[in-house]
């Protein structure tokens, strides 16, 4: 069977004419390209290939990510709308092999206040069971909240995201899912638009009782293209640091090219 796509291939389909990069970007530029809070149009197209797993020998897997921002008002505040797509390969595991197929579509809505320095996020989260495949998705319909604190710095942001969905519906032969998420985040800005960063996704799942935590350190160049779109270019290696149960990642490396248009 196929393996899926390496990240090195990944990263040469999403990587433009790197000569063209040359634009220096300020620090509220870089802090903007950054920043999930940041109201404006966004398009990225993300990557999360998971090397190898705790307690499945010669197992990988990867999720290509569809993922979009609308900001918009509703009720007077300001509003941050999130979607993403994944187009998920599923890990060579006999009897069944590989899969790829969609995955299930996960979307929240954040509203967005500002205390002081610091920018908060919180709204209601929604997935939707639109897997092509029993392997690629939950069969579930679930939801939640999603939360999102955020503080730029002269040096860069530090914040999270911290999501809770549980099932409410969907196939009676499926499992019932229950998950909490947190993402720390910490950007650090370079010089000439290079920054580095850390934002690894911990996952408990609540239902079946493991966890895993993770740790990523990777880089990305931020740079202006023609109509005024930034475009934001990064990997991020990142390696599990804890975990209780099996079947969870060991190593993964998550990789992107976001776009931000002007509104």
Known sequence: MPRPPRPAAALSLLIPCVCQLAHAQSADDMNKANNPLAPTIGLNLQDQYVGSYYGLDDADSNAFLLRGTLPHKAFGLPQI?????????????????????????NVFDV??????????????????????????????????????VISPKPWGLVGGLVTWQRSFAGSGQRSTQNNLQAQPLVIYNLPRGWYLRTTATWTWDLEAG??????????????????????????????????????????????????????
């Open 81 to 105: 709308f999130r979607y993403t797509l994944p187009v998920v390969t599923s890990p060579n595991i006999a009897p069944n092999g590989r899969t790829t197929n969609i995955g299930d579509l």
């Open 111 to 148: 509203a967005v206040f500002k205390a002081g320095g610091v920018e908060i996020g919180i709204g209601p989260q929604l997935t939707v069971p639109s897997a092509g495949s029993d392997r690629t998705g939950t069969g579930k319909w679930q939801a939640g909240v999603a939360t999102l």
């Open 210 to 263: 493991t966890h895993y935590i993770p740790i990523g350190v990777g880089t990305g160049k931020v740079w202006r293209g023609h109509g005024g779109v930034t475009y934001n270019l990064f990997a991020e290696p990142q390696f599990t640091v804890a975990r209780h149960g099996d079947g969870v990642p060991q190593f993964q490396v998550f990789l992107g090219l976001n776009m931000q248009f002007p509104m």
